[in-house]
């Protein structure tokens, strides 16, 4: 079994755990690694608690979030020992709330995983994938406004094109948003056959599985507030970090990695001032800095093992020593 493997369950293959336990916990001075006995990690997005387990084998005390019901009480069964031992707790909610439900607690790692589990990929009721007949819904849990075919149907050819690009990259989106608005005149979506018929509809009878995904993905985003959800977590969670404490965040989405990849660099710039300036008068000074410069992939290895680890990008960013607590 690889390195990774053994924190696998039936619900999901947590991604780059090994690399993620060995980014957080961090160095010391001499450069070896730093003890994580007593410090606290959050896991921003439970899932099948691969990631808490990892952190907790490592010393982490971990609080974690999910706001999917079947999420927390799967992970809460595997993690029970910890939780008696009062080194684990898990919180029924978003993970851009998480700030709410810490309590002022300082924290010394933190990590988003932005993708969704593979138990909700497979389970055909919750619609997040293209297999026939299943329901469009891909609510991650219930405190989405509405459902994707409420999303689908609601949404005006403007707002649907916007979907379909901004978050599916599809420089078609036009095209495909008024097959969708065309469509439903005559019978509302309801199915995953619907968005899949409108697809091959507006793109032609080649449209692949890497185009369905890719546009499934889209309409998930959308009905999650997913994005929305990242710009509010990231700076509430960086504000909780303790001095030299680190935050990871996986990407699937080239949307999700480059807001992440702008605040990162943006906490880490110092002077703003014009460059031919000879003195400093913004007083811009570092909140951190990058610790990886750019992002990091599952390895070959990995990817033969867990396929939905192939599009992970993992960026890490640590908390200035000098940062008040």
Known sequence: MSDGARWDSAYHAPV?????????????????????????????????????????????????????????TAATERLRAYAEAGRFRAVQANYADADVHLAGATVDAVLLDLGISSHQIDDTGRGFSFREG????????????????????????????????????EPRAPRLAREVVRRRANRPFETSDDLVGAIRGAFGPRTGPGDFARLFQAVRIAVNEELEGIGRALPALRDRLAPGGRIAVIAYHSGEDRLVKHAFREWSTGCICPPRQPI?????????????????????????????????KLRVWERSTEAAA
């Open 16 to 72: 780059l755990a090994a690399e993620i336990v060995r980014l957080l916990v961090g160095e010391d001075a001499t450069g070896a690694p730093r003890s994580a006995h007593g410090r606290l990690a959050v896991d921003g997005t439970l899932g099948g608690g691969g990631h808490s387990l990892a952190f907790l084998e490592a010393g982490f005390d971990v609080v974690a979030f999910d706001r999917d019901p079947r999420a927390i």
């Open 134 to 169: 299943a329901p469009l819904d891909m609510r991650m849990g219930t405190d989405a406004p509405a459902d994707a075919a409420t999303l689908l149907n609601a949404l005006d050819e403007r707002d649907l094109a916007r979907v379909f690009r901004d978050y599916g990259d």
């Open 280 to 312: 400093c008068t913004c007083g811009h000074v570092p909140l951190g800095k990058l610790v990886t410069r750019r992002a990091i992939e599952a390895s070959a290895d990995e990817v033969a093992r867990n396929p939905r680890a192939r599009s992970a």
